[in-house]
């Protein structure tokens, strides 16, 4: 069993910054990736970016491109997501997960293990 630990959630401004993080507990075939996602309340778990353990292959949804960065430590198997100029709109639960090699990275049905979420929320 795999465990995720998330942090770094918290309430921002407008154009503020924030930073999470996900620790795995360990690394396995079933933790090839990494994913970031968030949910909005009345909304699906939307993808907001992936990455890849190895070669740290990067994948972002367009509405978080330039403004997010994902990055990862490999020797602490901590995945980060760093969130500049955020937005009201991008308030949300985010929760990072994990997934097997070949799997869709932006679907969040096709990850096996979830963060806890940590709550993000931007004042206008």
């Known amino acids: 069993q795999v465990q995720l630990v998330e942090s770094g959630g918290g309430v921002v401004q407008a154009g503020g910054s924030l930073r999470l993080s996900c620790t795995l507990s360990?690394?396995?075939?079933?933790?090839?990736?990494m994913g970031w996602f968030c949910q909005a309340p009345g909304k699906e778990r939307e993808f907001v970016a992936g990455?890849?353990?190895?070669?740290?292959?990067?994948n972002y949804a367009d509405s978080v491109k330039g403004r997010f960065t994902i990055s990862r430590d490999n020797a602490k198997n901590t995945v980060f997501l760093q969130m500049d100029s955020l937005k009201p709109e991008d308030t949300a639960i985010y929760y990072c997960?994990?997934?097997?090699?070949?799997?869709?990275?932006?679907?969040?049905?096709?990850?096996?293990?979830w963060g806890q979420g940590t709550q993000v929320t931007v004042s206008s």
């Open positions: 990455i890849r353990w190895s070669e740290g292959t990067t």
């Open positions: 997960a994990s997934r097997r090699i070949g799997r869709d990275y932006s679907d969040p049905a096709q990850y096996d293990y």
């Open positions: 360990t690394r396995t075939l079933t933790t090839y990736a």
